[in-house]
């Protein structure tokens, strides 16, 4: 197997992982389930104390 055909299913395999989660996002924002007390921002300052 050559580099890019690794390459090519690893990004498949990324892909397929998103897909599965947006999926599972979309059906419970349907059901009306969400994350009490959540904020973009403070996830996106936590993830950048992180980095």
């Known amino acids: 197997?050559?580099?890019?055909?690794?390459?090519?299913?690893?990004r498949k395999s990324k892909l397929e992982a998103l897909r599965t989660h947006l999926a599972q996002g979309t059906r419970q924002a349907r059901a009306g389930e969400f994350v009490d007390d959540f904020s973009m921002d403070a996830l996106i300052s936590d993830l950048d104390s992180e980095a």
């Open 1 to 10: 197997m050559t580099s890019t055909s690794l390459s090519l299913e690893k």
